[in-house]
């Protein structure tokens, strides 16, 4: 099966825990990671939970966990190369974008891929992009960073703020 920009995923699941198993790995295991560790558990597909804490909460249902520093590139790019998964899902976006487009580069599945999580880790950007590249309505803002920018934003912006 083809996916995205010519990616190609095998079209058969593989069972959990065999050397053929679909396996998926979750980069941060919290709330949301747990309920897609579940869901992949229904259909048969490994999970491996890393996270930069032990014991988060999709840990608890993975089949193997890692606890890592998710912003040292060197790191997640090492447990994915150790763990090599059909799939890499950020759960979160504080994570190192730049392991990600490499390890996109050296053919690992990415969903949703590295440019996205980089836009997503970033809300400036994110705000950005949204207003002004694609320019679709957002409530008023101005970014600032200090009191007195706060303090102008809100007469700017008028209230409530």
Do not use: Q, W
Not at 9 to 14: A, P, Q
Not at 105 to 119: L, S, T
């Amino acid at each position: 099966m083809t996916i995205g920009s010519g990616i190609s995923i095998r079209k058969f699941i593989g069972t959990a825990l065999t050397s053929n198993s679909t396996k998926v790995m979750l980069l941060g295991s919290g709330e949301l990671g747990k309920e897609l560790a579940l869901e992949a558990h229904k259909l048969g597909i490994e999970v491996v939970a890393v996270d930069r804490y032990d014991n988060a909460p999709a840990m608890h249902v993975a089949h193997r966990k890692y606890v890592i520093n998710m912003l040292n590139g060197n790191a997640v790019k090492d447990v994915v190369r150790r763990e090599k998964p059909d799939v890499i899902i950020p759960e979160i976006e504080a994570v190192n974008t730049e392991a990600l487009k490499e390890l996109e580069d050296e053919g690992y599945v990415v969903i949703p891929n590295a440019n996205a999580v980089k836009v997503c880790m970033n809300r400036i950007e994110l705000r950005e992009f949204i207003a002004r590249r694609l320019e679709l309505p957002t409530t008023k803002y101005v970014i600032a960073e200090g009191a007195d920018d706060v303090i102008n934003a809100c007469d700017k912006i008028g209230n409530p703020c």
